[in-house]
Each structure stands twice: as C-alpha cells, then as structure tokens.
C-alpha cells in the first residue's frame, strides 16, 4: 500500500433534446427519428479495473444514468452524509476525521478524485514504449486524472477493498474528502444488443442468483466496511436503455428484460448507503436522444427505482459512458436523423425534462468526457468501436455547468482500454469493430490498446 499511496500522493488530482430514437445498443428509431443502433459500454477487463468499451451493433457508445438525489440523513440513504466520519482504522494525520458530507449532495465537489493505481500503470507501460519527450510529458499528465475502477466480472470484487483502502489511505494523509468512482457492471446476459462486452452471467445458467449473491453481496459488504469515504457507483452500462430500444433483438429477450429490471432494482437498493452515491446508466443522446426514446428510457429508470423502493442513494444518471459524442456542436459529419439533441449537454436538459414527467425531477447526472474531445471522427454516430482521430476531452471535475443539475464531468471509460477486437475470426468479434471509422489495430475489449492511447493523448481537447 506503501508504495501506490506514493503514486497516489504525486498523481491523484480532481479537475472534479428533446429527440427519440438512438444509439445505445440499438437505439431504435421510435416515431421521431430511425434511429441508428448503438452500443454501449465497458467491456470486461482481464484486470477488472477498466475497459468499459461500447460494443453494440448499432449506436453509440454506452449510456450510464442514474437517478436520485436527495440528502439522506440516516443510515440507509446515500445522497449526502450529514455527520463527520473519521480517519481509517488504522489513524492518520487529521485530528477528529475528515468529514465527508457532499455540498448540495454533489459526491464530487470538494473532493479530491482517487487516481487508480491499476489505470497508471497501464499508462506507465506505454511511457515506456515512448521516445517523444514532449508526448512522455503528456502521458504523465494523464497519469494523474481520476479513471473509474470497473467491476466488470465476479472476480473483480477481490480487488475491490485495497481500491477503497487505498483511496481511504490518501484521504487520511491529505485530509480532505477522496471520491472514488466504481463502475458496477456484470448483469445476467449483459450487453444484449452487442457482442464485444457480453459478461459471464447467463439466466438460463443461474446467472441472477450468482449475481446476487456472488457479485452485489460483496460489493454492498465492502461498501458497508468503508463508510468513512465517498463512493460513486455507476450502476449497468448499457442496461436499462436497452429495454427502450432494443427489446426482440439479438439477445434482449423477455428473461433479459426481466433479468435487467429485476437486477438492477436489487443492485440500487442494495446498495443504497448513506456515503454511496449512485448513477444510473442512462445512454448518450445517439441513442435516446429521440423524443419517444427519452420516453420511453424515463418510465423504464422510473418503474426500476420505485420497484427498488425509491433509494435515497440514486443521485442521478450517467451519460455518454464509453462514448464518443461531444458536448454540444452544431454540425457533425454524420446525418442528424431528426434528432432535436446536439450533444450531451442537449441530452442532458432533455433527459431531465422527460425525468420530471415520471415524476424523477430532482436528478443530477455526470458526463463522461473521456474521449469526446473531437468531433466528425465518424461517418455515423452509431459507430463506437475504436474510432479514430478519437481525443481525450474535458478533465474531470465538479459542477461545469452547461446543462441541468449537471454535477460533474468525468473519466468513466479508461481512454487506452479497447472496445473490441479488429479480429473477424475471434469469437468477441463485434461488426462495428470492423467498419471504416474504426482502428483495425484493436485488441480484444478490455485489452490496452497502446497505439490508441497515443492518438488519443495527442488529440486531446483541451490539449493536455
């Protein structure tokens, strides 16, 4: 611990439409728009600790949302702590504790974001291939920008308490609120519109039970065992916005769609402590973007978080998780298709009106600005495999403004991680990983792509 809390020391850093059909995994067109199909999000990693790569057929990158503010004052509800919680067990250098109540609920404001160990080292292993001193000097940049830490598959977990110790570890040293941000990502029969990111977990293989009790059971215990920090969770990328879009497609059955509901309502309310801060996974505006999609998206988040029991802990919703869609723009190189939504931040504003209507008007939501740094980089925005000329975007960091109770934007999807493999022949092969927008040098989902990772930091906007 030791050594990381060095690197943790040196690098941790926090920066901080109204349209119808789209892109997460399919996104289909409902009665405004045709709709291109779309992917979504992280795919596994070998190391658990990052890939969230879109991988659909159609549509873009995946969406992550998540509802719910509210400032809980008990021990069930997340929002904002109200109390002042100490140091780690095992002490620290801050007399009485650090307090780690959220201004306005907001779990990243104040706060400084844990950098991932794991991500700086996939960072470090491409500095060493890397004889460019100016190029070496911006990789070190990125170094200290906060990356989400995916759980993507049961034995992930296991890495899950030295995370959350570590990040406890800096806020004892620092003394100041440390956010961590886990990505909760391992649904029976995942991804069902895709085929790069499909999980491990089968209903029909006793994949609910499994993910119960295998996977949230331990999570919620090792939330539980660190109260005295923030956690963000950002619930199932490239879930719930498939139910919208995508249902009697590819593998997004009626069991799915059970599965999908049923789970990610245990997974909200199981969670739901009081220092747990959770987003709903809530696609990008390429994919419900269309009016009736938004519809549609609302009453499916609102039907799951009342079957949860209306957790204090749902702060709000994540978008463009994994995804490539700018900000705002006005022209893009691909066919709008009707959709009223330029960019995330129309999204945004447009998601929260259609919330308001199923009665979830008081939701925040984040952005992830991890690759969205450039624009009219393909020739459809469904495409969200490796695209090319693809650039980091916006640091992480609290309340940007831009949209509706916008709380943060922030680096969900590692940039270096692969969406999926260029392979025709390996069993993962996803078809929008072979299309003209894409990089056909790409590893399997989850693998680091160092070539990528360089364009990337080279096409940075802002530039690093």
């Given at each position: 611990?030791?050594?990381?809390?060095?690197?943790?020391?040196?690098?941790?850093?926090?920066?901080?439409?109204?349209?119808?059909?789209?892109?997460?995994?399919?996104?289909?067109?409902?009665?405004?728009?045709?709709?291109?199909?779309?992917?979504?999000?992280?795919?596994?990693?070998?190391?658990?600790?990052?890939?969230?790569t879109p991988?659909?057929t159609?549509?873009?990158g995946?969406?992550?949302?998540?509802?719910?503010?509210?400032?809980?004052?008990?021990?069930?509800?997340?929002?904002?702590?109200?109390?002042?919680?100490?140091?780690?067990?095992?002490?620290?250098?801050?007399?009485?504790?650090?307090?780690?109540?959220?201004?306005?609920g907001?779990?990243?404001?104040?706060?400084?974001?844990?950098?991932?160990?794991?991500?700086?080292?996939?960072?470090?292993?491409?500095?060493a291939?890397t004889t460019?001193?100016?190029?070496?000097?911006?990789?070190?940049?990125?170094?200290?920008?906060?990356?989400?830490?995916?759980?993507?598959?049961?034995?992930?977990?296991d890495?899950?308490?030295?995370?959350?110790?570590?990040?406890?570890?800096?806020?004892?040293?620092?003394?100041?609120?440390?956010?961590?941000?886990?990505?909760?990502?391992?649904?029976?029969?995942?991804?069902?519109?895709?085929?790069?990111?499909?999980?491990?977990?089968?209903?029909?293989?006793?994949?609910?039970?499994?993910?119960?009790?295998?996977?949230?059971?331990?999570?919620?215990?090792?939330?539980?065992?660190?109260?005295?920090?923030?956690?963000?969770?950002?619930?199932?990328?490239?879930?719930?916005?498939?139910?919208?879009?995508?249902?009697?497609?590819?593998?997004?059955?009626?069991?799915?769609?059970?599965?999908?509901?049923?789970?990610?309502?245990?997974?909200?309310?199981?969670?739901?402590?009081?220092?747990?801060?959770?987003?709903?996974?809530?696609?990008?505006?390429?994919?419900?973007?269309?009016?009736?999609?938004?519809?549609?998206?609302?009453?499916i988040?609102?039907?799951?978080?009342?079957?949860?029991?209306?957790?204090?802990?749902?702060?709000?919703?994540?978008?463009?998780?994994?995804?490539?869609?700018?900000?705002?723009?006005s022209?893009?190189?691909?066919?709008?298709?009707?959709?009223?939504?330029?960019?995330e931040?129309?999204?945004?504003?447009?998601?929260?009106?259609?919330?308001?209507?199923?009665?979830?008007?008081?939701?925040?939501?984040?952005?992830?600005?991890?690759?969205?740094?450039r624009g009219?980089?393909?020739?459809?925005?469904?495409?969200?495999?490796?695209?090319?000329g693809?650039?980091?975007?916006?640091?992480?960091?609290?309340?940007?403004?831009?949209?509706?109770?916008?709380?943060?934007?922030?680096?969900?999807?590692?940039?270096?991680?692969?969406?999926?493999?260029?392979?025709?022949?390996?069993?993962?092969?996803?078809l929008?990983?072979?299309?003209?927008?894409a990089?056909?040098?790409?590893?399997?989902?989850?693998?680091?792509?160092?070539?990528?990772?360089?364009?990337?930091?080279?096409?940075?906007?802002?530039?690093?």
């Open positions: 611990m030791g050594k990381w809390l060095a690197v943790l020391l040196a690098t941790a850093s926090f920066a901080a439409c109204s349209g119808d059909n789209g892109g997460g995994d399919e996104g289909a067109g409902g009665a405004s728009g045709p709709g291109t199909a779309g992917v979504g999000a992280g795919t596994p990693t070998s190391t658990g600790v990052g890939a969230g991988t659909g159609t549509g873009a995946t969406p992550t949302g998540t509802t719910g503010a509210g400032t809980p004052t008990g021990t069930t509800g997340a929002g904002t702590p109200t109390g002042s919680t100490g140091a780690s067990p095992t002490g620290g250098n801050c007399a009485g504790g650090v307090d780690i109540a959220a201004p306005a907001n779990p990243f404001d104040g706060a400084e974001l844990f950098v991932d160990p794991g991500y700086v080292a996939k960072v470090e292993s491409s500095i291939k460019d001193a100016a190029l070496v000097e911006q990789m070190r940049k990125v170094q200290k920008i906060s990356t989400a830490f995916w759980l993507d598959r049961i034995a992930a977990v890495q899950l308490s030295a995370h959350l110790d570590a990040a406890l570890e800096l806020q004892n040293q620092i003394c100041k609120p440390v956010t961590s941000v886990i990505v909760v990502y391992d649904l029976p029969n995942r991804d069902c519109f895709a085929e790069a990111s499909n999980g491990e977990l089968r209903v029909e293989n006793g994949g609910v039970e499994r993910y119960r009790n295998e996977f949230i059971a331990p999570i919620k215990a090792i939330f539980a065992a660190h109260p005295n920090q923030r956690i963000v969770a950002i619930i199932e990328p490239d879930s719930l916005p498939n139910l919208a879009t995508n249902l009697g497609k590819k593998d997004c059955t009626p069991e799915t769609e059970k599965a999908y509901r049923e789970e990610v309502a245990h997974a909200i309310s199981e969670l739901n402590m009081p220092h747990v801060y959770q987003y709903i996974d809530a696609a990008h505006s390429g994919w419900l973007g269309w009016p009736d999609n938004q519809t549609k998206g609302a009453q988040f609102s039907d799951v978080i009342k079957a949860a029991g209306n957790p204090a802990g749902v702060r709000g919703f994540a978008t463009n998780v994994a995804n490539y869609t700018q900000l705002s723009y022209t893009e190189s691909y066919d709008q298709q009707s959709n009223p939504c330029y960019g931040y129309d999204y945004v504003d447009a998601m929260a009106t259609a919330l308001a209507g199923v009665g979830l008007g008081d939701k925040h939501f984040i952005i992830d600005t991890s690759r969205n740094g009219n980089i393909r020739a459809d925005w469904g495409y969200w495999c490796n695209n090319i693809a650039g980091m975007g916006e640091r992480p960091r609290a309340n940007p403004g831009g949209a509706t109770r916008l709380d943060a934007f922030y680096w969900v999807k590692p940039p270096g991680d692969s969406d999926g493999t260029a392979d025709k022949n390996a069993e993962r092969y996803d929008f990983c072979g299309y003209e927008n990089d056909q040098r790409a590893p399997e989902a989850g693998a680091w792509f160092h070539e990528y990772f360089v364009e990337c930091v080279k096409n940075a906007n802002p530039p690093l």
